[in-house]
C-alpha cells in the first residue's frame, strides 16, 4: 500500500479571492450592457464564458474552522491539505473532504471476556484520541472513526485476556489493582493498532470492570475468604511476637522462672487470649485447696 505523505495545500486569501470575483462580475455586466446597446451580439461570446468561470470559482471559496481541516483532491490526486482556519479560496474543481482536528471521546460498551485464569469479566474503557494526520486518515482507511471503534476495542479485549482481575502476588499486575499501569498499556496498544489512520491516542483508562454475572457471587465469597486469611495471618504474626516479648520480659527481669511445661502452657493460653475471635474469659488460679 502506498504510503500518503500530508503536505500544505496551495491557497489563495479568500477576500482577496471574492474582490476578484466581484469585480468580474460587475466588469460582466457592464460588457452585456455595452453589447445591448451596440446591439453586438458578438460580446455574448466573451459574456458566456466569463459568466461561466464565475460561476465555478464560487465552488473555490472554503471556510475553516478552528482545527478543523480540509483534504483537497484534484480529478482523484491527493494534492494538499488546508489547516490553517479562516477563509480561503482553492481549485474550484478540487474535492475538499472534511476532517476535524478536535478531541474525540470513545466510550465501549461492556465487554464480556475471560481474563488470564479465564474468569468471565465485563470490562468497559474510555480512550481520548485526536486526528493528527488528516491526509491518513482519509486514504489510508475506509472510515476513520469506525476504524478506532473497532481497534480500540480489539485492544480491550486482548488487553483483558492478558492479565487477571485481581492477583495475589505482588510482584504482577492485575486489571484491579493496577489501573495506572493497565491504562498506560491500553493506550500503548490502541496506539500501535490506530497510528496508520493518522491518530493519536492522548488517554485511555478503565471505565467499568467486575465479574460477569454468573460467578460474581462465588468470587465475592472468595475475595473475603482471601481477606480473612490475610487479617488471621497479621493477627497470628502480631500474636507471636508478643508471646516472645512476654516470655523474654519475664525472664530478663526474674519475675518468675518457668520450666518448659510451664512455658507451654502459657504460650497456649496467651495464643488463645490473643487469636480468639471471641473475648477471653480469664480463670484465676488462687492455689490448691488442700496443702
Given at each position: 500500500m502506498?504510503?500518503?505523505?500530508?503536505k500544505s495545500a496551495k491557497k489563495l486569501n479568500g477576500f482577496t479571492a471574492l474582490f476578484a470575483v466581484i469585480t468580474l462580475i460587475v466588469f460582466d455586466i457592464l460588457l452585456?450592457?455595452?453589447?445591448?446597446?451596440?446591439?453586438?451580439?458578438?460580446?455574448?461570446?466573451?459574456?458566456?464564458?466569463?459568466?461561466?468561470i464565475?460561476?465555478?470559482s464560487f465552488n473555490g471559496f472554503t471556510i475553516i474552522q478552528p482545527n478543523d481541516s480540509r483534504v483537497l483532491?484534484?480529478?482523484?490526486?491527493?494534492i494538499g491539505t488546508i489547516g490553517d482556519s479562516g477563509f480561503w479560496w482553492v481549485n474550484p474543481f478540487t474535492e475538499k473532504k472534511k476532517v476535524s482536528l478536535r478531541i474525540h471521546n470513545f466510550n465501549s460498551e461492556k465487554i464480556k471476556v475471560n481474563d488470564l485464569h479465564g474468569n468471565p469479566i465485563e470490562i468497559a474503557a474510555v480512550i481520548v484520541w485526536r486526528v493528527v494526520d488528516s491526509?491518513?486518515?482519509?486514504?489510508?482507511?475506509?472510515?476513520?472513526?469506525?476504524?478506532?471503534?473497532?481497534q480500540?476495542?480489539?485492544?480491550?479485549?486482548?488487553?483483558?485476556?492478558?492479565?487477571?482481575?485481581?492477583?495475589?502476588?505482588?510482584?504482577?499486575y492485575s486489571l484491579r489493582s493496577n489501573p495506572q499501569e493497565i491504562s498506560d498499556e491500553l493506550k500503548k496498544q490502541v496506539q500501535s493498532r490506530s497510528e496508520i489512520?493518522?491518530?493519536?491516542?492522548?488517554?485511555?483508562?478503565?471505565?467499568?470492570?467486575a465479574y460477569a454475572p454468573e460467578i460474581a457471587q462465588a468470587m465475592l465469597r472468595r475475595q473475603q475468604a482471601q481477606a480473612v486469611v490475610a487479617a488471621r495471618t497479621k493477627i497470628v504474626e502480631g500474636a507471636v511476637g508478643m508471646v516472645d516479648m512476654a516470655l523474654k520480659a519475664l525472664s530478663e527481669q526474674h519475675i518468675v522462672d518457668l520450666d518448659e511445661e510451664k512455658k507451654a502452657t502459657m504460650v497456649n493460653n496467651l495464643m488463645v487470649?490473643?487469636?480468639s475471635e471471641v473475648q477471653a474469659t480469664p480463670v484465676i488460679n488462687t492455689g490448691t485447696l488442700y496443702q
Open positions: 502506498e504510503a500518503v505523505i500530508e452585456l450592457r455595452n453589447g445591448v446597446l451596440a446591439d453586438d451580439v458578438n460580446v455574448l461570446w466573451v459574456f458566456v464564458p466569463l459568466t461561466l464565475i460561476s465555478l483532491i484534484l480529478f482523484g490526486k491527493y491526509a491518513r486518515a482519509i486514504f489510508d482507511v475506509q472510515n476513520y472513526e469506525q476504524f478506532v471503534a473497532i480500540s476495542e480489539t485492544a480491550i479485549r486482548g488487553l483483558a485476556t492478558g492479565y487477571a482481575y485481581d492477583s495475589s502476588e505482588d510482584d504482577k489512520a493518522g491518530v493519536d491516542v492522548l488517554e485511555s483508562r478503565i471505565s467499568y470492570l487470649a490473643l487469636v
